[in-house]
């Protein structure tokens, strides 16, 4: 079965502009969540969506918003982009959005902002 | 706020000794917890969980172990191999079951040769 994949891996941008990083869950898993990895901060939790719906929001301004499609795979984009935007954007896969579903991690994708 | 601390940043542990990496948290309705270990270029994977309701939870050389009381939480490895090398993430997870996971901040782990 393949694992989660998140397309690009990685991406160069400027500030001002916009993007959207792409990802694709494991077939059966209807649940979507992005997170935002920087070094000082760890993993914070951006989304998650289930059935197209999204369930949960973390602490991020509107420039950060995602969606869900019926195949279940998820976008996220990213408006106005920010020096600080830079940073590793993992989207993970679970079957259900219960909290105790293991999560299943893509690679994730690697934005740059200059 | 950070809920779930993880206060090392980094430990090096000599190989075939424990590694012990600990992990701190405030919010008392958080009843499910687990490890989550990340290598370079790669997502994390999921390690080990554990319920509230129990004390200790092991999978083969990884242990889990929960003090509720000092909402305290450890991960044992025993013995530490090279492939141990990584960054481990705790997380927990609050009874309301449409709650977020909140991630700590990783401790980064190497084992020595």
């Known amino acids: 079965k393949a694992g989660v994949t998140q397309t690009p891996r990685y991406l160069i941008k400027t500030r001002g502009q916009q993007v959207t990083l792409s990802c694709s869950p494991i077939?059966?898993?209807?649940?979507v969540s992005w997170y935002q990895q920087t070094p000082g901060q760890g993993l914070q939790f951006l989304f998650e969506y289930f059935s197209e719906t999204q369930r949960n929001k973390g602490n991020f301004p509107g420039r950060f918003s995602g969606r869900q499609f019926s195949n279940s795979r998820s976008e996220m984009n990213v408006s106005t982009l920010e020096l600080g935007d830079s940073a590793l954007y993992l989207c993970?896969?679970?079957?259900?959005?219960?909290?105790?579903?293991?999560?299943?991690f893509g690679p994730g994708t690697r934005l740059t902002v200059l | 706020d950070q809920q779930v601390k993880q206060n090392s940043p980094s430990l090096s542990v000599q190989e075939g000794r424990i590694s012990i990496l600990n992990c701190d948290y405030t919010n008392s309705m958080f009843d499910y917890f687990l490890w989550y270990k990340k290598y370079p270029a790669e997502g994390p994977t999921f390690l080990i969980s554990?319920?509230?309701?129990?004390d200790k939870n092991e999978d083969g050389r990884f242990t889990v172990f929960l003090n509720k009381s000092a909402k305290h939480l450890s991960l044992h490895i025993v013995p530490s191999q090279p492939g141990d090398s990584a960054v481990y993430f705790c997380a927990a997870s609050p009874g309301n079951r449409d709650d977020k996971i909140i991630f700590g901040k990783g401790t980064r782990l190497h084992i020595l040769p």
């Open positions: 993970a896969s679970s079957l259900a959005i219960s909290k105790h579903n293991e999560q299943f």
């Open positions: 554990i319920s509230s309701i129990k």
């Open positions: 077939s059966g898993h209807r649940s």
